[in-house]
């Protein structure tokens, strides 16, 4: 299933992406739903703490508007037209692995880490697909694109064994892990620059685990203005995605809706020679595409 939000007068609410258009799920059950069913989940982190046993109860759902031709479709929304929030609205945690990639990490000269690098980041970067991201021009003039896959925890994890860790995880999604390189190398901590709002564009969906199989099977791409700057493969991943869970696990405890952003492939700016390096500006179009989690597209502007 790819579940999403979208903003209804300033509120996140809960959709479904169908073949017939995004179903806006409080509506359907408000207007459709038989009593039975008035206790599904319509909220993205409820769906979360469900796990699938709720989303099996909301493809029933789906199946009741999908049948119900043209009554059905006043729960339908355009997905042309609906205004995208990040597909998870409050992690307790954002957990980043920074030089994740093999090829990455040469192409910026670093030694191939030990153990993963961690780092975090905060709920003000969170932002949607479609969203215009300002750049912070007035403390920075270096930002960056970062191609991600991100895992999404299901259920709480302490001390898991990497066979098991993946049967911890909900989903995956997409990220554009911008970064200000200059203010991220000031200091040896690379928070400040990863920090900055809206600065992790997520989405546009968040797709179940089981519709997505092997996480490190997966094609990546960053596209800007229409140029690819980044085409690898998660395969690439120096530490895999259950290494990843079982690892942070061993040190914190994961709850439901936590979320891990697991590096960037090769292809960013900074990993270009300085004569070639040409950070984001006003304008910009960045497109995040990871195989069957659809693409996330994102336009950078001034900030005001």
Not at 44 to 64: D, P, S, Y
Not at 253 to 273: E, K, S
């Amino acid at each position: 299933m790819k579940l999403l939000t979208f903003n209804d007068n300033g509120h996140f609410k809960l959709g479904i992406k169908t073949e017939k258009g995004i179903l806006d799920v409080a509506a359907a059950i408000e207007g459709m739903a038989s009593d039975q069913m008035i206790s599904l989940s319509t909220t993205l982190h409820a769906v979360i703490e469900g796990g699938m046993a709720a989303v099996a109860q909301l493809q029933r759902l789906v199946n009741i508007v999908l049948e119900a031709g043209s009554e059905g479709e006043a729960y339908l929304l355009d997905e042309t037209h609906i205004q995208y929030g990040p597909c998870v609205t409050n992690p307790s945690k954002i957990i980043c692995v920074g030089l994740n990639y093999r090829k990455h990490a040469e192409e910026t000269n670093a030694p191939i880490p030990e153990y993963p690098i961690l780092f975090n980041k905060f709920s003000n970067t969170l932002t949607g697909h479609g969203c215009e991201v300002p750049l912070p021009e007035k403390v920075s003039s270096q930002v960056d694109y970062e191609a991600e896959l991100v895992i999404v925890i299901g259920k709480k994890a302490k001390y898991v064994e990497k066979e098991h860790a993946l049967d911890h995880v909900f989903g995956y999604c997409n990220v554009n892990d911008l970064s200000a390189r200059d203010l991220q190398m000031r200091t040896h901590q690379w928070l400040l620059g990863k920090s900055c709002d809206s600065f992790s564009p997520l989405g546009p969906f968040l797709v179940t685990a089981d519709e997505v199989g092997d996480p490190n099977s997966l094609d990546i791409r960053c596209i800007v203005n229409g140029e690819v700057r980044q085409h690898s493969h998660t395969s690439d991943m120096i530490f895999h995605c259950n290494e990843i869970v079982s690892y942070i696990s061993q040190h914190m405890t994961l709850l439901p809706g936590d979320i891990i952003l697991t590096g960037t492939p090769a292809g960013v700016v900074l990993g270009y020679p300085k004569e070639k390096q040409f950070y984001l500006k006003p304008g910009d179009v960045v497109t995040i595409e990871i195989e069957k989690l659809g693409s996330l597209t994102n336009t950078m502007v001034a900030e005001t």
